[in-house]
């Protein structure tokens, strides 16, 4: 026969075990809101850098990008900081939109996102349709704001350490070689394919030295 302390116990347990799941669900949720940027629901860098060493270690063909806002600075000032966050809610959502199946995209804070290409097959088209997409005006409280967007993209078979660390530098290197000298914001780089486009120019000059 049981004590009444074992009965007790007994007829505690459904609401222990219940009780404790909540707790984890809860506790599982609050994790989740930390990796996730609460403006634009992407990926904070944490979470995002997790699901971007997955993308790295299961696709050969994988390509890391930074985008970094032109003239964002200036939205912010002339026109407020709801302004601004309007401007980096709709960047956040046009670059998921933009964003494939198997890609992830990022914010690593400020004006700069960040994302990871399964395949980097047509990735200076991409890149220029994100360009494209991030220079769109955002409409917000009767005005029209615009910005532009540097974007620097690197591609994991050319590097010599094909590491999310090293994509992301050789990403970075490449973004700010061409922030500062955009043209309406639609600039982008990435290196192996702006050391192509330059061939021509370099072998012309060659011609006309001999």
């Known amino acids: 026969m049981m004590t009444q302390t074992e009965l007790a116990l007994q007829l505690l347990a459904p609401l222990l075990a219940g009780g404790w799941a909540l707790h984890a669900h809860r506790l599982y949720r609050r994790l989740h809101r930390v990796r996730r940027d609460p403006l634009t629901g992407l990926l904070t860098r944490d979470g995002w850098s997790r699901a971007a060493d997955r993308i790295i270690r299961r696709h050969r063909d994988a390509a890391v990008l930074l985008a970094d806002l032109n003239g ?12 601004g966050d309007a401007v980096l809610a709709a960047a956040g959502e046009r670059l998921t939109a933009w964003c494939g199946k198997n890609d992830v995209a990022g914010r690593l804070g400020g004006d700069e996102f960040v994302a990871v290409l399964a395949d980097d097959a047509r990735l200076p088209d991409r890149l220029a349709d994100l360009a494209e997409l991030l220079r769109q005006p955002v409409a917000h409280s009767g005005e029209q704001l615009r910005v532009g967007a540097s974007i620097g993209a690197a591609r994991l078979a050319e590097l010599d350490t094909p590491t ?7 990403a970075d290197s490449a973004m700010y070689r061409v922030k500062g000298r955009t043209r309406g914001g639609r600039r982008l780089l990435v290196p192996a394919l702006a050391a192509a486009r330059r061939l021509p120019a370099a072998l012309a000059r060659f011609r006309l030295a001999a």
Do not use: E, I
Not at 73 to 83: F, Q
Not at 164 to 170: H, I, R
């Open 72 to 83: 964002f600075k200036a939205v912010n000032d002339r026109h407020g900081h709801d302004a």
């Open 164 to 170: 999310l660390t090293a994509a992301l530098k050789a």
